[in-house]
């Protein structure tokens, strides 16, 4: 089969969100499985929803419409903010949209009643990643706002940690976001659907927490998809991690210096590289490059190291001399890896399907 591609196995896909669901569920937490890191890839989506997952969750309308144009039936989510610029997509499309400014729902508002629709909004918290997310001190001020707008639906409220300060979703963040959701409960006589409390990075809390406070929802991607939590970015027990792997080509393999000769100049990209031996190496291609993925994201299966890269080829030390030209190279990826080999259009996608039960055989023997 022609390379590069992505090995896609839904059968590990669907086993980890089976169990994902079934763990979390065990203690009153449904999460919704979110798409964005394949780019809401119908395929991966129809595995989510027969396994049990029957809310999708994407941050780009995009995705979310690819699903729908698929015929993927689902409850869908909204994970990033609408731009105002394109709230009247965003009604007719997307059940429910986490948001965290009033001139936007404002604007949901209007849409939802010209089209007639009660439109869902989860009310998104700030507590100290600083992402998205109401100060919590004018949250129970924007609820009443918000009360007042037609067309609104208010079906929860929501937090998102580790995205971009590193800010753990421990036992006092959750407890304080529960607290808010029964302050917003009492004083307003509302009932939340949703008190959605993270991602992938709510794991090692919840596993580790005796009381999981008003939490009764998580929005995961990459533990379903690699197998693991992010906070310390371990994978989690009994998953898969390997349900994706990337597979490239070698297309030269040579003996040639360690260092390049001739007059150095920039390479490609603008930088002087420099080269500190003389010695001779077996040096091998792969036909990978830096349009589909950043090379150090990705974890070779066999004995070879990284030398660099340019748009379209990764150049590699082959410590065992064992590579030649025709050989396939397989990866797994890290997140940041998948989200781009799956955007990347020269990057074929490979899907295969391989019963639950193999697994379970082979996890046990
Ligand atoms: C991406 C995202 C998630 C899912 O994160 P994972 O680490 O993939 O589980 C959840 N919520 C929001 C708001 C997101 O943007």
Redo the contacts with the bound molecule.
């Keep these: 089969m022609e390379t590069p591609r992505i090995e896609i196995d839904l059968g590990k896909i669907s086993y980890n969100a089976n169990k994902l669901k079934g763990l979390y569920g065990s203690r009153g937490i449904s999460i919704m499985g979110?798409t964005?890191?394949v780019c809401g890839d119908p395929k991966v989506a129809e595995t989510l929803v027969r396994s049990g997952l029957n809310i999708l969750?994407d941050?780009r309308l995009s995705n979310i419409k690819r699903m729908q144009d698929a015929g993927i039936r689902a409850r869908f989510v909204l994970?990033?903010s609408p731009a105002l610029s394109q709230v009247e997509s965003v009604v007719k499309h997307v059940d429910i949209s986490?948001n965290s400014e009033l001139v936007v729902i404002e604007e949901l508002s209007k849409y939802a009643l010209q089209n007639n629709i009660r439109h869902k909004i989860i009310l998104?918290v700030e507590l100290g990643d600083l992402r998205?997310g109401i100060i919590p001190e004018v949250l129970l001020d924007t609820v009443k706002k918000v009360k007042k707008m037609k067309g609104i639906v208010i079906a929860g409220i929501?937090t998102?940690l580790?995205?971009y300060g590193g800010v753990a979703p421990d036992s006092e963040k959750m407890r304080t976001l529960s607290a808010l959701a029964r302050d917003i409960e009492d004083i307003f006589n509302l009932e939340l659907e949703f008190i959605s409390g993270?991602?992938?990075?709510n794991y090692l809390w919840f596993v580790s927490s005796e009381n999981l406070e008003r939490i009764n929802n998580l929005?995961?991607?990459?533990?379903i998809f690699l197998g693991c939590e992010?906070v310390e970015g371990k994978p989690i027990p009994l998953l898969f991690t390997d349900a994706f792997i990337l597979v490239a080509e070698v297309i030269e393999v040579k003996d040639k210096p360690l260092k390049s000769y001739g007059t150095i100049n920039q390479d490609a990209f603008g930088n002087t590289p420099e080269f500190a031996d003389t010695k001779t190496m077996r040096r091998a291609i792969l036909n990978i490059g830096l349009q589909d993925v950043i090379l150090s994201d990705l974890k070779p299966s066999i004995n070879i190291g990284a030398l660099g890269g340019s748009s379209d080829h990764m150049i590699v030390e082959d410590f065992d001399q064992v590579l030649k030209v025709g050989d396939e190279v397989m990866f797994t990826l890290n997140?940041e890896a998948l989200l781009r080999v799956m955007t990347s259009s020269s990057v074929i996608k490979n899907y295969n399907q391989v019963k639950e039960k193999q697994y379970i055989q082979s996890f046990y023997h």
């Excluded at 929005?219 to 533990?223: F, K, M, N």
């Design positions: 979110v964005k890191v969750a941050s994970l990033r986490l998104m998205e929501g998102n580790t995205c993270g991602n992938s990075a929005r995961i991607g990459e533990s992010t997140y």
